[in-house]
């Protein structure tokens, strides 16, 4: 059976290249013909309806009408080459995509090319989506401060301004040599509030994904007014020192360490951040103020649409080059600040404190982990602060820099941890980094 099986599909195979070569012979009297001479084209409108238009957006479909449109062998916007279809070019109709790539010299023109290389232009003006407000450099920074936003289609034309709104303040005129199709660099205005920043283009408007000044989502402001940690809530308590980004902030001090950076690394003291919610009572309450369970201040009900911000700064002669920064949250069953056995107030029975929860395999705890010298070799901030984002749809990774086994669920945001360990056996040189910590806080991805 199987011999005949196999002559069978061989014979198969044997009759469709020979029915392809024949199809290829057949004179089929719909099959597409270029023609010669030159195209004309009266008018151009959107693929899907009537409306002339002198203008598109980038990688929308547009219909070209005019006569002998089949004698057309190449299309250009500006200096971008855009695919033809010949199932779409009739002599009267011609659809085709507006490039996707923006043009590096804007002509405001089409370019027809016929075979015999006969160029025809029509006028026409290809214009980038509208803004994409991705991030910027230092979401608290001062009004009069220079920030950078990123994103993408960031441009202006003679006589169609780029225009940079913060709430309640609108930018000065913006240089050209401030701005690049990703990214503009600004100084907030006078009056600026916290919320959405906006820009426009002659493309249209569009607002941040980011908050500026947010007051969202706070779990650490280290001053007391806006946020937990006014006293120590772990083994190892951290240092407060002013020079924050408004008070005070955290200081993790790697100077005395020694970061081996083989894999083995792991810093506490100094250098390591720990908020244990729980207060040492019995029953533990979580208190009204410090020692309260991170849920209780924010809602992680959808965590993996969220992301954990704070505002870093370091220092050049600090530079940070090597051993990833461990970012953990975990929940009361995993650890508390008190006696372990004791239960809370919820029915829960208590771990108390220990070191043990986040390298215990058989929880395999997901956390992020954030080394920002890696594509260059080394890291500071020169001094200035700026802003971190750290998905928590990141928080993958084990104590190794393995993938974790566990998962994550809304009960595991009681608690949050900085420190330096694990990763790898090859995590960067060897530092002893110090790093100046604000305005811990989590809030929507969007």
């Known amino acids: 059976m199987k011999s005949i099986k196999t002559i069978s599909y061989l014979f198969a195979a044997t009759l469709l290249?020979?029915?392809?070569s024949s199809c290829d012979k057949a004179d089929y009297p719909n099959r597409f013909r270029p023609t010669e001479g030159k195209p004309t084209v009266h008018s151009i409108r959107y693929a899907n309806t009537d409306t002339q238009i002198e203008q598109a957006f980038m990688e929308e479909v547009v219909c070209l009408l005019g006569e002998n449109l089949k004698s057309i062998h190449d299309i250009w916007f500006n200096d971008q080459q855009a695919i033809l279809n010949t199932s779409f070019i009739t002599d009267n109709t011609l659809l085709v995509?507006?490039?996707k790539t923006m043009p590096t010299v804007e002509t405001d023109k089409i370019y027809l090319v016929?075979?015999?290389?006969?160029?025809?232009?029509?006028?026409?003006?290809?214009?980038?989506?509208?803004?994409?407000?991705?991030e910027m450099s230092f979401e608290y920074a001062a009004d009069g401060d220079e920030v950078t936003i990123y994103g993408n289609y960031f441009y202006q034309k003679p006589g169609s301004d780029l225009v940079v709104e913060f709430p309640n303040a609108t930018c000065d005129r913006i240089p050209d040599s401030d701005i690049t199709l990703t990214s503009i660099k600004v100084k907030v205005p006078a009056g600026a509030q916290p919320g959405r920043v906006k820009i426009t283009t002659a493309s249209g408007t569009s607002a941040s994904e980011f908050m500026f000044r947010d007051t969202r989502g706070?779990?650490?402001?280290?001053d007391g007014t806006n946020g937990l940690y006014t006293s120590n809530k772990g083994w190892h308590p951290a240092a407060l020192v002013d020079g924050g980004v408004s008070g005070q902030c955290l200081k993790l001090d790697g100077s005395a360490e020694k970061f081996t950076c083989d894999g083995g690394d792991w810093h506490d003291g100094p250098c390591h951040f720990e908020y244990w919610a729980g207060n040492w009572q019995d029953p533990e309450t979580y208190g009204t103020w410090d020692g309260r369970r991170?849920?209780?201040?924010?809602?992680?009900?959808?965590?993996?649409?969220?992301?954990?911000?704070?505002?870093?700064?370091?220092?050049?002669e600090d530079e940070w080059k090597g051993c990833p920064m461990q970012i953990i949250f975990s929940g009361v069953q995993h650890v508390s600040n008190g006696n372990a056995g004791v239960k809370d107030i919820?029915?829960?029975t208590l771990p108390g404190c220990n070191n043990t929860y986040f390298n215990d395999k058989s929880i395999s705890l997901p956390r992020y982990m954030w080394r920002p010298w890696a594509a260059t070799g080394s890291y500071h901030t020169n001094g200035e602060w700026v802003t971190i984002s750290a998905p928590i749809s990141d928080f993958i990774y084990f104590m190794d820099g393995s993938v974790a086994a566990g998962n994550l669920t809304p009960d595991c945001f009681s608690n949050l941890e900085f420190f330096f360990a694990g990763g790898t056996s090859s995590e960067g040189e060897p530092s002893n980094p110090v790093l100046y910590i604000d305005n811990i806080r989590a809030v929507p991805a969007r």
């Open 17 to 20: 290249v020979s029915g392809l």
């Open 114 to 134: 016929t075979a015999a290389k006969d160029t025809l232009t029509y006028d026409f003006r290809v214009l980038p989506p509208v803004p994409r407000i991705k």
């Open 97 to 99: 995509q507006v490039p």
């Open 294 to 316: 991170l849920i209780d201040i924010v809602d992680f009900t959808n965590f993996a649409q969220m992301v954990l911000k704070f505002e870093v700064k370091i220092n050049p």
């Open 218 to 222: 706070i779990l650490f402001d280290f």
């Open 346 to 348: 919820y029915g829960v």
